[in-house]
């Protein structure tokens, strides 16, 4: 009998260790990255010129990046991210404390102290990297607790409130440090991606409504948030006002940005002005937004909405596939961290594209593996290795079944 479970183990151990990953995932991973680094070159070459006389200046800085980045991707990919997410609560406590030394240390810019400087080294963002250990941490803490109650009495008593107040506790603290630099935009992407996560661990009725209750209590926190800063306010106003008239209020001042945009979307029409046509790359697109925050603008200028809606079909196959892969893990945090991982990714490009067609304020944040930034590209890059793990898993476990 022992000598049948030892080769029940070992074949089990060959299945798992000779899967593939997703290859959905890997190939849009590698697609997408090439396809931002193409547009990062191509949105950036006014601005490369201008300011480092060298066309080539933020493509090579991308490539770095991306090279820097797929290094700790591939190491976590073939590490077992039950092994990784022993990692989790150290990891988040460093990121806590470097959300709170930014504050203090970093630099500020426009009114927002969110980089560390260190000379000339690249600038570091650690709320970037608040949204990947936060994932990992409560990915870990949700699988641990029971979401399953009879109703409501049963739910308060063997501990629903308990649990409610710790995860808010845990998501408020980490969220209360990014609004304070302040960046609106990724404490929007990391409140929703958390609330899907608890969302995601329970199994009843009960423990759905207890997850919307909480989410009607982020909304007008958010929207109070929103007008309590002036540059945030302006955006709402320019918002509205686009919205309820057609029309951008301010064009020469709070909403140029907005007006800029707009103009490059509508002379790029259906089919675009053609790769390398864009006009609004030109340094009428506020600083370097032509190629971060604003690069979506670029896109379906020179791409038109066809190009611009390739891109958005692309990352609903992100999303298909990535949930695919949690439904699919072999354990609760394995769905947990690749449900998180998915949805922080989608959200926070759909944040982008709204953005920037005029359906929700300006937030400022970048669309992953497509705008130029050091610290979201590195982020990204970890957590889609991380994802592409829980695939080998994901992907076994009915072979892991008929083992047994």
């Known amino acids: 009998m022992s000598n049948q479970n030892h080769a029940q183990k070992r074949k089990l151990k060959k299945v798992i260790s000779g899967h593939k990953p997703d290859s959905f995932l890997l190939i849009f991973c590698v697609l997408m990255a090439i396809f931002g680094a193409i547009m990062i070159f191509d949105a950036s070459v006014y601005q490369a010129n201008t300011v480092f006389n060298d066309q080539f200046y933020f493509l090579k800085s991308q490539i770095v990046w991306l090279l820097v980045g797929a290094v700790p991707a591939v190491i976590v990919y073939f590490w077992d991210y039950r092994k990784i997410l022993k ?3 150290p990891a988040l406590v460093i990121t806590v404390l470097l959300l709170a030394a930014v504050l203090i240390l970093g630099e500020a810019t426009n009114g927002s102290k969110r ?6 080294l690249p600038k570091i963002q650690p709320a970037e990297f608040a949204k990947l250990t936060l994932i990992m941490y409560l990915a870990q803490w949700l699988a641990k607790r029971d979401y399953k109650y009879k109703d409501f009495k ?3 008593r063997e501990g629903f409130i308990k649990n409610l107040l710790g995860f808010i506790a845990i998501l408020g603290v980490v969220a209360l440090l990014i609004l ?3 960046d609106l935009g990724t404490t929007m992407v990391v409140c929703i991606t958390c609330f899907i996560m608890f969302l995601m661990a329970g199994e009843d009725r009960i423990h759905t409504l207890a997850s919307f209750s909480v989410l009607s209590l982020l909304i007008p926190v958010a929207g109070i948030a929103a007008i309590l800063e ?5 955006r709402v106003t320019t918002f509205l006002s686009l919205l309820f008239t057609g029309k951008v209020a301010d064009p020469q001042g709070s ?5 800029q945009i ?5 002379s790029g029409g259906f089919f675009g002005t053609g790769f390398g046509q864009s006009r609004q790359r030109f340094g009428y697109l506020v600083e370097n937004t032509a190629f971060t925050d604003s690069i979506f603008a670029v896109i379906l200028e020179e791409l038109g909405f066809l190009g611009g809606t390739l891109i958005i079909i692309a990352w609903i196959g992100f999303l298909w596939r990535g949930l695919k892969v949690a439904l699919g893990a072999p354990d609760k945090q394995g769905k947990l961290l690749a449900a998180g991982i998915t949805v922080w990714l989608v959200i926070q490009t759909l944040l982008n594209i709204g953005a920037n067609v005029g359906i929700i304020p300006l937030t400022g944040m970048p669309i992953p593996l497509v705008s130029y930034g050091g610290s979201s590209t590195i982020v990204s ?3 889609i290795g991380i994802l592409l793990n829980i695939s080998k898993y994901s992907n076994t476990q009915n072979e892991q079944k008929a083992v047994k």
């Open 255 to 259: 909403g140029y940005q907005m007006q």
């Open 87 to 89: 990692l989790a609560f």
């Open 180 to 182: 304070l630099e302040p």
């Open 115 to 120: 980089w560390f400087s260190l000379g000339s």
């Open 154 to 156: 049963s739910a308060i």
């Open 262 to 266: 707009l103009i490059g979307i509508g």
């Open 230 to 234: 002036p540059y945030r306010l302006q």
């Open 381 to 383: 890059l970890i957590g």
